[in-house]
Each structure stands twice: as C-alpha cells, then as structure tokens.
Nanobody, 116 residues
Framework: QVQLVESGGGSVQPGGSLRLSCAASGFTFRSYAMSWFRQAPGREREYVAR????????TYADSVKGRFTIARDNVKSTIYLQMNSLKPEDTAVYYC?????????WGQGTQVTVSS
C-alpha cells in the first residue's frame, strides 16, 4: 500500500532554515509527480510546491517562491523541501502528497513552528 512518511519538522526562529523529507513506498515513485502542502491552525490545507517525476520541473506557491526548494531522489524514493528565510506565517503541519489513479495519498504530516 502507498505510504508517505514525513520528517524533519521542528521549531526555528524567524529567518532560520529547515529541511523536510518525505519517504515514499508502495508505488513506482519515479513515475509520479509529488507535492508538498501545509495546514496552519484554523486554516484550510494549502499547496506549497510540486515536482515532476523526473525532477525537471518545479512549481511553487507565491508565498514561498524564492525561499523554498523542492527536490527528489528517485533512488531513495524521497522528496525534500528546503525551507529558508522562514517566517512566522510558515508555521503549519507540512504534508507530502501523491495523486495516483485519481486517489490522493497523504502522509501523517510534520510540524513546523517559526517563532522568536
């Protein structure tokens, strides 16, 4: 079965950096685009970034463009989200996501807290 396991969250001061990871299993990882989403308290889940199966094309939400970088390792079946210049408004639970045959799969999420 499809499994997505996020890690790397934590607490950081404004301006700091974190790198999130999402380890995938149960499907042919190299064949699917992967995405990161986030959900802040009291808010709807929102799109953050997406990467194509080969990793050649990446897209970002305007709110993170220039600060976050999505990447993938198709040998390790893992995607990453490098987050720099973090702001308090980046505080959220971060989820990785894959769409397979019309079904969305999510990990359990990893908490990122940006606070002084």
């Amino acid at each position: 079965q499809v499994q997505l396991v996020e890690s790397g969250g934590g607490s950081v001061q404004p301006g700091g950096s974190l790198r999130l990871s999402c380890a995938a299993s149960g499907f042919t990882f190299r064949s699917y685009a992967m995405s990161w989403f986030r959900q802040a308290p009291g808010r709807e889940r929102e799109y953050v970034a997406r990467i194509t199966p080969s990793g050649d094309i990446t897209t970002y939400a305007d709110s993170v463009k220039g600060r976050f970088t999505i990447a993938r390792d198709n040998v390790k079946s893992t995607i990453y989200l490098q987050m720099n210049s973090l702001k308090p408004e980046d505080t959220a639970v971060y989820y990785c996501n894959v769409l397979i045959w019309g079904n969305y799969y999510w990990g359990q999420g990893t908490q990122v807290t940006v606070s002084s």
